[in-house]
């Protein structure tokens, strides 16, 4: 990947024109704006220097913005999330990258006992603007520990946002967000949307970094979704209106908090919901979904709400994920058991 | 806005040391001294410099009064007024050396058996024993004293005094973070992460170990096999000291000298300062089911307070009067604790929303509505 992207509202000599965009640009175009914009800012991770990362979304930045901005580190990421923890607590802004999913978990103490609650522990005396963006998620052929969806583990952590953008646009939108926010947010890259494009401007305007977006309108069922599900969501949407079946897709972009206005409001209106995503199911965020709505929409809802989840297992071997990833069929199967015969 | 430092840092990058000898890396043998446990002169001063009778007699007066506020801490903690104590009882001269040694703009990271350090760097008493009566987890701005919070698990804390230190590099501010870790803590991963990626960085960090010989129960033996804790640091490029931890006098003088050495960019060191607690781990523990008393007691006869006034009053430095007049101090502050702890703790359950984040959700907004209604309803 070359480092030829899209112009910005910083760069730009005249009106953006919009431009097919692959993610992984989008991200690094987001990372060279704030980089641009914010001295404090600050990228570093293991292969993000010279280059590039090994997603090379981090590609081009050390030469433009030197090494003292854009750097490696030893190969440890607790010392990773526990510096970049001090280098907040001096001011600047880190934006950090873990390599893959699975490979985050050696800093687990410092996600969940630092970053996550220092600025609680200190009455708020110590913010931490930091940022750790990690690639999620398979559909890649990865090997064992490539292809985790980790959601979880950080959206119940309180204190720690959690963020994973569906589109290139978004990604471009909800990383500025993300290094613009005084709390620390994790990340979360669908690696296997890095090269998916879409037409667009890189722009920060549109929904704010809590709030959800509604990439589908509909009338008849709430497909809720997020990172690498979304284009899925949109793909099942779309063979829905085979069956008459007209799908809303709410791509939920920030996972903690949770928008309950947006989700709440079209769930009422459509009265069924299907939750969509790649981790497994049990103690998923599809269940916190799901207990959520049925709490708050509980009189609108015509059918349970449903969940099309990867199995309970081990996240499988590149042969066999095709198994246990969410498609459209298992979507629009789902969409079927929703009761619709019960008001024929 | 912050800048960037104009010069450049340290140089980071992938290079071969010029000396590849490690033995330039290597603590002594045996512990630097220059104040004997009979008070006498240390027969191995190795590099160091004896503090002058002003600094050595302002060690004196913290470590009286910081015996005394961990005396006081304790009867406190078995009265039930704080929730627990960990004492630093033994360790005073590592607690207050270390802290002393620091200049203004440093910051200390200090951990849960390190109040005293925490006191003697100013940190006002109340809010320094906010963490330990259940108040809140952290009872002071860090930024306000240059004193992070006081780290409950292990070693954590030697990873963000890494990258305090780091970012102080970047932006050319010229702070050290000292920071302090126990022998248990040396056996922690984020140890060393911390001290290898210090090295890489030529951070300016100063590490403190406090090898007090046992992590709660489990004696040294049984944590680390090396020849000492110190000579941890030559794997990974950084300096070592290995110091009498009850000589004040050596302390200060070791991390002054690493602080000093941070500061004109030569990286981190790591000090390894051997001392003894002698009360258990806190009162909730029973440090006779591991270790046998005559032990406690022949760590006594190595009291850093009782040899530093010896050589205090035999240079002629210090006299009854004056040794009077510190335990007095000591006493106010014991009694302002003490006057502190009798008022009413200072706790409101909206402040278990408030700092979550930057701004609480609308999520939070509403638990905390539901629990406002909750207590008026129990008393309205």
């Given at each position: 990947m070359t480092a030829t992207l899209p112009v910005t509202e910083e760069t730009s000599a005249g009106p953006p024109a919009a431009a097919p965009v692959t993610m992984a640009a989008a991200l690094n175009t987001a990372l060279a704006d704030s980089l641009a914009a914010d001295q404090r800012v600050l990228v570093f991770g293991e292969?993000?220097?010279?280059?590039?990362g090994v997603f090379r979304i981090t590609d081009g930045l050390a030469a433009r913005f030197g090494e003292q901005r854009v750097f490696d580190t030893p190969l440890a990421e607790s010392g990773i999330i526990g510096s970049a923890i001090g280098m907040a607590m001096n001011g600047l802004v880190p934006v950090v990258e873990m390599q893959f999913d699975a490979f985050a978990y050696p800093a687990f103490e410092q996600f969940t006992?630092?970053?996550?609650?220092l600025h609680n522990r200190t009455r708020g005396h110590v913010e931490l603007p930091v940022v750790v963006r990690i690639p999620v998620g398979g559909g890649?052929?990865?090997?064992?520990?490539?292809?985790?969806?980790?959601?979880v583990y950080y959206a119940h952590t309180p204190g720690l946002r959690v963020v994973t953008p569906g589109t290139p646009a978004d990604a471009y939108r909800l990383l500025r967000q993300s290094i613009a926010c005084p709390d620390p947010v994790i990340f979360l890259e669908p690696k296997r949307r890095y090269w998916a494009k879409e037409t667009a401007v890189l722009t920060?305007?549109?929904?704010?970094?809590d709030r959800a977006a509604i990439r589908r309108p509909g009338q008849d069922v709430t497909l809720i979704a997020y990172g690498g599900m979304v284009s899925t969501a949109l793909e099942a949407a779309e063979a829905a209106t085979g069956e008459d079946w007209d799908v809303e897709v709410v791509?939920?972009?920030?996972?903690?908090?949770?928008?309950d206005e947006t989700l709440t409001e079209s769930v009422r209106r459509t009265g069924r919901a299907v939750i969509v995503h790649?981790?497994?199911?049990?103690?998923?965020y599809g269940a916190e979904v799901a207990a959520r709505l049925t709490e708050q929409c509980f009189h609108y809802l015509e059918a349970p709400i449903l969940r099309v989840t990867?199995?309970?297992?081990?996240?499988?071997?590149p042969q066999l994920e095709h198994l246990h990833l969410p498609n459209v069929d298992r979507i629009l199967d789902a969409i079927a058991r929703l009761q619709w015969d019960d008001h024929a | 806005m912050t800048t960037f430092a104009d010069t450049e840092p340290a140089a980071h990058a992938a290079t071969t040391p010029a000396?590849?000898?490690?033995d330039r890396l290597l603590p002594s043998a045996t512990p630097l001294q220059?104040?004997?446990?009979?008070?006498?002169?240390?027969?191995n001063p190795g590099d160091l410099v004896r503090p002058g009778p002003e600094i050595l007699l302002e060690l004196y007066r913290q470590m009286v009064i910081g015996r005394r506020f961990d005396r006081q801490a304790t009867a406190l903690t078995k009265q039930g007024r704080l929730a627990v104590y960990p004492s630093s009882h033994g360790q005073d001269a590592c607690q207050v050396g270390a802290t002393l040694a620091l200049r203004d703009q440093d910051w200390l990271f200090p951990t849960y058996r390190d109040s005293v350090a925490v006191i003697s760097r100013g940190v006002e008493p109340g809010e320094a024993l906010s963490l330990l009566r259940g108040?809140?987890?952290?009872?002071?701005?860090p930024h306000q004293y240059r004193v992070a919070p006081?780290?409950?698990?292990?070693?954590?804390n030697t990873l963000h005094a890494v990258g305090l230190a780091r970012a102080a590099t970047l932006k050319g501010t010229g702070e050290v973070a000292l920071v302090l870790l126990g022998d248990g803590a040396t056996s922690e991963g984020d140890t060393h992460e911390a001290l290898n990626f210090s090295a890489v960085w030529k951070a300016p960090v100063v590490f403190l170990v406090?090898?007090?010989?046992?992590?709660i129960s489990v004696p040294l033996a049984k944590q680390s096999a090396a020849?000492?804790?110190?000579?941890?640091g030559v794997g990974y490029g950084v300096p070592s000291l290995l110091v009498d931890g009850n000589d004040a006098a050596a302390v200060y003088a070791a991390v002054r000298a690493a602080t000093e050495r941070a500061a004109r960019g030569e990286g981190p060191t790591l000090i390894e300062a051997l001392t003894y607690r002698?009360?258990?781990?806190?009162?909730?523990?029973?440090a006779t089911r591991y270790r046998p008393g005559d032990e406690v007691q022949s760590w006594l006869g190595r009291d850093p307070i009782t040899r530093l006034e010896a050589y205090l009053t035999a240079a002629g430095h210090l006299d009854e009067p004056a040794i009077a007049q510190v335990e007095a101090e000591a006493e106010q502050f014991a009694q302002r604790v003490r006057d502190l702890m009798n008022e009413t703790a200072k706790v409101s359950p909206d402040e278990l929303f408030d700092y979550v984040y930057a701004q609480p959700t609308a999520s939070l907004e509403h638990q905390r509505a539901g629990l406002l209604a909750e207590l008026a309803d129990i008393a309205p």
């Open positions: 292969d993000v220097g010279t280059l590039g006992s630092h970053l996550a609650k890649i052929g990865g090997v064992e520990h490539h292809s985790d969806s980790s959601e920060t305007d549109g929904p704010a970094i791509d939920l972009r920030s996972l903690s908090p949770f928008d790649e981790a497994s199911g049990f103690a998923g990867g199995l309970d297992v081990p996240y499988p071997p | 000396d590849l000898s490690a220059l104040i004997d446990a009979d008070g006498q002169p240390g027969q108040e809140w987890h952290c009872g002071y701005d006081q780290c409950t698990p292990l070693a954590t406090q090898n007090n010989g046992y992590a020849p000492t804790l110190a000579a941890k002698i009360e258990a781990h806190t009162n909730a523990d029973d």
